[in-house]
């Protein structure tokens, strides 16, 4: 068993560069991964499959070990304009790491074809369960996809999710999940829930947020204005965020929740793990291409796990469905 978390990495990393070069040898293979994501129960997970699979001694793939978003976009940009062909960018690590390397993938569209491999705290935006699955889909023959996003336009900058964007309680959570992750064990996201639950209306004024915008056959979609515990927007629907929890279990894209007391979010937050949260009264689900959103104050926002805070500034904020954001390699049979 490697010794080191990074060690690990890399070796999933070799295994991973021997099976691409099989199928795309003209194109340069990029990984890049982040040195702080996952759980230490992650590591020990990633150590286990290292030693299980990765038994050869070949030469290891450079790694681009990136901290942040705009370190990972500045070092894939260069080498995307100097390749012939489009690169293989492999992600290894969580939603966050993948996040970062599939904006250069909005920013430079065909110029390459992207793989996640989900080795981090959260993993739901990699298109798979696990890492063993993620890896035993390699021994068969892959394809470029082009898969949506939901565009974030602030009125001072833009992101992009490719599986979730939040406002408001699970927001929160998020960003108290970012401080924590690395000095608590195991699921440390459902460990924060009930933190953020019984300190989110004390940390945060609520007031009244104004919905609408289009429906997918451009119909206008008007929810109304008044105080939201919670809205949740994904590049399509059947989507989970924080480890699987099932926020859109259905077609639907969009989860709005209004604004309720400590007893209801704390009924609602044992609901959300299983999708039950859309039979309620206080949940609506809609399907949507684009999402306007007004508010006057402060609102944590979070996109595929990244903390962001909105200030009074930013708004109004527009959320839009992009269907063609970037290109993944998935198994011939999915694409």
């Not at 999933?12 to 099989?22: C, F, K, Q, T």
């Not at 953020?196 to 206008?220: E, I, K, N």
Request: hydrophobic fraction near 40%; charged fraction near 25%.
């Amino acid at each position: 068993m490697a010794k080191h978390y990074q060690d690990a990495v890399a070796c999933v990393a070799r295994w991973v560069d021997e099976r691409l070069a099989r199928q795309f040898p003209d194109h340069d293979r990029i990984f890049v991964a982040n040195p702080t994501a996952g759980t230490r129960h992650r590591h020990r997970t990633i150590q286990r499959i290292a030693a299980a699979r990765c038994t050869g001694s070949g030469e290891l793939p450079e790694i681009w070990w990136t901290h942040s978003g705009e370190e990972a976009r500045s070092l894939l940009a260069a080498r995307m304009d100097a390749a012939t062909a489009p690169p293989v960018v492999v992600s290894l690590g969580g939603d966050g790491t993948h996040n970062h390397v599939l904006q250069a993938g909005v920013e430079h569209r065909d110029r390459a074809l992207f793989l996640r491999l989900p080795m981090g705290s959260g993993n739901d935006a990699a298109g798979v369960a696990s890492l063993d699955e993620a890896l035993d889909r390699l021994e068969g023959v892959l394809s470029p996809q082009w898969i949506p996003a939901v565009a974030i336009r602030a009125a001072r900058s833009t992101h992009y999710a490719f599986n979730i964007v939040s406002l408001g309680l699970d927001a929160y959570v998020t960003i108290l999940h970012d401080r924590w992750r690395r000095l608590l064990p195991g699921n440390t996201y459902r460990l924060l829930v009930d933190l953020a639950v019984l300190g989110y209306d004390r940390a945060l004024s609520v007031g009244p947020m104004a919905l609408s915008g289009t429906r997918f056959d451009g119909r206008r979609l008007d929810i109304g204005e008044e105080a939201r515990s919670l809205v949740a927007m994904g590049a399509g629907g059947h989507r989970t965020y924080g480890d699987h929890m099932r926020v859109l279990p259905g077609d639907e894209n969009l989860c709005v929740i209004r604004q309720v007391g400590l007893w209801d979010k704390i009924r609602m937050k044992r609901l959300f793990y299983d999708g039950r949260h859309v039979d309620e009264s206080i949940t609506a689900m809609f399907g949507c291409r684009t999402l306007d959103v007004g508010y006057d104050g402060r609102m944590p926002l979070q996109y595929d796990g990244e903390p962001l805070w909105l200030e009074q500034g930013d708004f109004p904020v527009r959320l839009e469905v992009v269907d063609r954001a970037a290109r993944v390699l998935e198994p011939d049979r999915l694409a």
